[in-house]
């Protein structure tokens, strides 16, 4: 099976949107279960790293697990997002 893991990247405050995202995963692998597809979809963002409370944790997993890193931005960009960004930069540009 082809797991294809993506973290979303957003401002601690757009939790919501997230969550969205989240969902739209879930759905979408019924849907490939349903049809018998060989894909799995695994959503991550902070709120999944809590339990480390360290951003080095989901840098790591940016940098070296992820897949695909979707940005959330809502008027602004505050510094964190913004290092999380080059970090997905820096890893793409690498491979």
Not at 1 to 6: A, D, G, L, S, T
Not at 44 to 51: A, G, K, L, Y
Not at 65 to 83: M, N
Request: glycine fraction near 4%; charged fraction near 25%.
């Amino acid at each position: 099976m082809k797991n294809i893991n993506i973290f979303i990247a957003g401002a601690k405050d757009l939790i919501e949107a997230r969550r969205v995202f989240k969902v739209l995963a879930n759905n979408l692998n019924a849907e490939y279960d349903s049809k018998q597809l060989d894909i799995s979809l695994t959503m991550r963002s902070f709120e999944d790293f809590v339990e480390n409370n360290n951003q080095t944790s989901y840098d790591d997993y940016i940098a070296k697990e992820s897949d695909i890193v979707i940005f959330i931005i809502e008027g602004r960009i505050g510094a964190t997002t913004e290092a999380e960004f080059k970090i997905a930069s820096n890893s793409l540009s690498k491979q």
